[in-house]
T-cell receptor, first 111, second 115 residues
Framework: GENVEQHPSTLSVQEGDSAVIKCTYS??????FPWYKQELGKGPQLIID?????GEKKDQRIAVTLNKTAKHFSLHITETQPEDSAVYFC??????????FGQGTTLQVKP | KAGVTQTPRYLIKTRGQQVTLSCSPI?????VSWYQQTPGQGLQFLFE???????NKGNFPGRFSGRQFSNSRSEMNVSTLELGDSALYLC??????????????FGQGTRLTVV
């Protein structure tokens, strides 16, 4: 069935370093791939997304890449800051409202 | 522009009871989806409503139901509560049908504890 695998489950980096989170999806019909950041006690916040007709998208320190052939997509955060510490979720969707989420990555940025 | 509003924020219920959660989407958004978040299962899709009709449903038992009103506000109901229903219930709104078409924005969630 539909599945999204996310790695790593935890990631600890020094402030200023880069962080990379990787996801793999199973449904070849998936065409939309959002990334969410969830802070303690809050709902997931959309930080960036990419559609299947694009290979890469960047927004300031955040970028997402998509490899449709390999069914991989990744989140890249450069120049990490302590406020980037949170749980990050990748997700995949077809044209329905159903988002299939990865299990989440807890990112810790050490000052 | 106000975001997605979920009420109440916290609920404590007893096994066997039923509960109703409410979600007001972003103004102008017509699609509302519900998700259950637990430490063990992560974020799982419950259902999606658009124009007062359920358009998509996840793999949850019939005890979980929902509805959408003409003003796009949505409610979800869980009957005969079980301990395993304890979770954060999240609502997401989109301007059109399907997360694949437009972005989905989440509310803060309702934390349900079943004792």
């Amino acid at each position: 069935g539909e599945n999204v695998e996310q790695h790593p489950s935890t990631l600890s980096v020094q402030e200023g370093d880069s962080a990379v989170i990787k996801c793999t999806y199973s449904d070849s019909a998936s065409n939309y791939f959002p990334w969410y950041k969830q802070e303690l006690g809050k709902g997931p916040q959309l930080i960036i997304d990419i559609r299947s007709n694009v290979g890469e998208k960047k927004d300031q320190r955040i970028a997402v890449t998509l490899n449709k052939t390999a069914k991989h997509f990744s989140l890249h955060i450069t120049e990490t800051q302590p406020e980037d510490s949170a749980v990050y979720f990748c997700a995949a969707s077809t044209n329905t409202g159903k988002l299939i989420f990865g299990q989440g990555t807890t990112l810790q940025v050490k000052p | 522009k106000a975001g997605v509003t979920q009420t109440p924020r916290y609920l404590i219920k007893t096994r066997g009871q039923q509960v109703t959660l409410s979600c007001s989407p972003i103004s102008g958004h017509r699609s509302v989806s519900w998700y259950q978040q637990t430490p063990g299962q992560g974020l799982q899709f419950l259902f999606e409503y658009f124009s007062e009709t359920q358009r998509n449903k996840g793999n949850f038992p019939g005890r979980f139901s929902g509805r959408q009103f003409s003003n796009s506000r949505s409610e979800m109901n869980v009957s005969t509560l079980e301990l395993g229903d304890s979770a954060l219930y999240l609502c997401a709104s989109s301007s059109s049908l399907g997360a694949g078409k437009t972005e989905a924005f989440f509310g803060q969630g309702t934390r349900l504890t079943v004792v």
